[in-house]
């Protein structure tokens, strides 16, 4: 099982480095509240890479129908990220403690779900999750024909390739912490400010990519 071990690590390198909305938001969440919001977030990422295969591997057919609405998937996408981009761009606040430096925010479990959620939602609503996870799935279903026991492939190379993703996200969170404790409340104002307008423009890029490639795809 050593094949299917080195191509979950490719994998799993494929999608840790693809530059998406995902990364940013990793990285946004953790600088502006700390390691704890970021791991959450992450774990929402998780779930919903699991989900994904998951149904990828046990309900093909109804996962082929939900690329038939693509469109619906993309536009929805592309309104989530606009609208986290709009809110990190213009209401997003710094918060500070007594002596002017970026406070350590304490989250309530509706705080902790709402990050989890935001996490799941913002990887669950980009086509292009969607497309990797059909197209690897389908060419892993094929290539696991060939081994000698094809379950226990497929499940060594989609859970090899599902940890090295979360690690490296979570490789992401505490590298984003420890730029944290170097900035000031004014960088950070700025970060959110840049962080807001990628966000909006991956959500334009989307939206416009489906609207004007869409039809390609299928």
Known sequence: MTAALIKGLLLGLILSISVGPVIFAIIK????????????????????????????????????????????????????????????????????????????????????????????????????????????????????????HPFEYRLIVFGTCLLFVLLADILKVVLAGKLRSKLTPRNLHYINKISGLILIGFGIALCWGILTYGDKLK
């Open 29 to 148: 969440q953790s600088i502006n509240n700390g390691h704890k919001a970021g791991y959450i977030f992450v774990a929402g990422v998780s779930a919903s890479d699991i989900l994904l295969v998951v149904v990828c591997n046990l309900f093909t057919a109804l996962f082929a129908r939900a690329l038939t609405h693509q469109t619906f998937i993309a536009v929805a996408g592309s309104v989530f990220l606009v609208g986290v981009g709009i809110y990190t761009l213009f209401f997003k606040k710094v918060s500070t403690d007594e002596e002017n430096r970026i406070a350590n925010k304490k989250f309530r479990k509706r705080d902790m779900a709402a990050i989890f959620l935001s996490g799941f939602f913002m990887n669950m609503l980009n086509p292009a999750v969607f497309l990797f996870w059909f197209a690897w799935t389908a060419a892993i279903l094929a290539d696991s024909q060939s081994a000698p």
